[in-house]
């Protein structure tokens, strides 16, 4: 796969995995979001621009993708963060004191206002590292990161989740645990 080719496909499997399984006819696992590779080679193959694609282009795009968006176990995959669509429930995690979330500079001030909410996903997105957060942040205007105090948000009752490769996810962060770093 060229990398043009490959960026379209891993963007067509987030869409699947992510977010609209049920348009396409694509069942995800209701606890961990995951389908067999199979079912979703069957229904990458059913939008007829795609119908060449094989197992290896798959794993192809699961190795390459930088943010190691997918995991594959067992002949199983799934988005391991990112969903609008299903909930996917992960275990609570021992997080690192200090997570970072990127940001810019226009939802700043909403975000001191009401804490980092999930928007249209089903978790907020927080990183171990700033890389991850500074990624995230970019993409919209202004990068702005904040840190975030885990101690003082467990303290306010949130629970963190480790979606694996430095990513947390939490259901909400207040903003008395947020900081610009
Ligand atoms: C902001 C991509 C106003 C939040 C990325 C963010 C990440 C608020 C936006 C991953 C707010 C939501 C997730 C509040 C949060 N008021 N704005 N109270 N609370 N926001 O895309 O974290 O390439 O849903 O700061 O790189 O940006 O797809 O979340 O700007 O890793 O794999 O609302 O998705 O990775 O945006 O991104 P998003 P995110 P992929």
Redesign the pocket.
């Known amino acids: 796969l060229d990398q043009t080719i490959e960026k379209r496909l891993s963007k067509w499997m ?1 869409k699947l995995l ?1 977010h609209t399984p049920e348009e396409f006819g694509l069942v995800l696992d209701s606890e961990d979001g995951s389908c067999t590779v199979n079912d979703l080679l069957e229904t990458i193959h059913a939008e007829s621009e795609w119908s060449w694609v094989k197992q290896e282009d798959i794993e192809q795009v699961v190795r390459n ?1 930088e ?1 190691q ?1 997918f995991e594959i176990k067992n002949g199983r995959i799934r ?1 391991r ?2 969903h ?1 669509h299903n909930k996917i429930s992960y275990a609570p995690g021992e997080q690192p004191a200090v997570l970072y ?4 500079k ?6 001191l ?9 089903q978790y ?4 171990e590292g700033t890389d ?2 500074t ?3 970019s ?2 205007g202004e990068l ?1 990161i ?1 840190k975030v105090d885990t101690l003082s948000a467990a303290q306010l009752g949130v629970t963190f989740y480790y979606a694996g490769n430095e ?1 947390w996810l939490a259901d909400h962060v207040p ?1 008395e645990s947020c900081s610009v770093w």
């Open positions: 987030t992510r993708s943010k968006r988005a963060y990112g609008s979330h990127g940001t810019n226009k939802a700043l001030p909403s975000i206002i009401e804490g980092l909410r999930s928007m249209g996903r907020v997105h927080l990183s991850f957060a990624l995230a942040g993409r919209r702005i904040l990513v903003s």
